[in-house]
Nanobody
Framework: QVHLLESGGGLVQPGGSLRLSCAAS????????LGWYRQAPGKDRELVAD???????KYADAVKGRFTISRDNAWSTVYLTMNSLKPEDTAVYYCNARSAYTNQGFWGQGTQVTVSS
């Protein structure tokens, strides 16, 4: 079992920046990929970015060049640095961990990001 706890969300003006953090605990040895997803009201949850244990990253087209995903060496915390935020980035952001060995996936409780003037 992997437990994920997000932090760092909030209200920011368009063009501003935020940094989200996700702390992983439990069986972190089984994690193969850590990622961030988001869900806006009335929309499906979508991948924002993820990073593998070999540091291969993937980004949604909508955030390329503005968001950066990174992790610590202990594979216990993953970050999402968000720059040049737009109102359309407003959503609940969820941390996700995927097992390297099974089809298991784990979710955090989510953190709200609101981009508004």
């Amino acid at each position: 079992q992997v437990h994920l706890l997000e932090s760092g969300g909030g209200l920011v003006q368009p063009g501003g920046s935020l940094r989200l953090s996700c702390a992983a605990s439990g069986s972190i040895y089984m994690i193969g990929v850590l990622g961030w997803y988001r869900q806006a009201p009335g929309k499906d949850r979508e991948l924002v970015a993820d990073i593998s244990s070999s540091d291969i990253t993937k980004y949604a087209d909508a955030v390329k060049g503005r968001f950066t995903i990174s992790r610590d060496n202990a594979w216990s915390t993953v970050y999402l640095t968000m720059n040049s935020l737009k109102p359309e980035d407003t959503a609940v952001y969820y941390c996700n961990a995927r097992s390297a060995y099974t089809n298991q996936g784990f979710w955090g409780q989510g953190t709200q990001v609101t981009v508004s003037s």
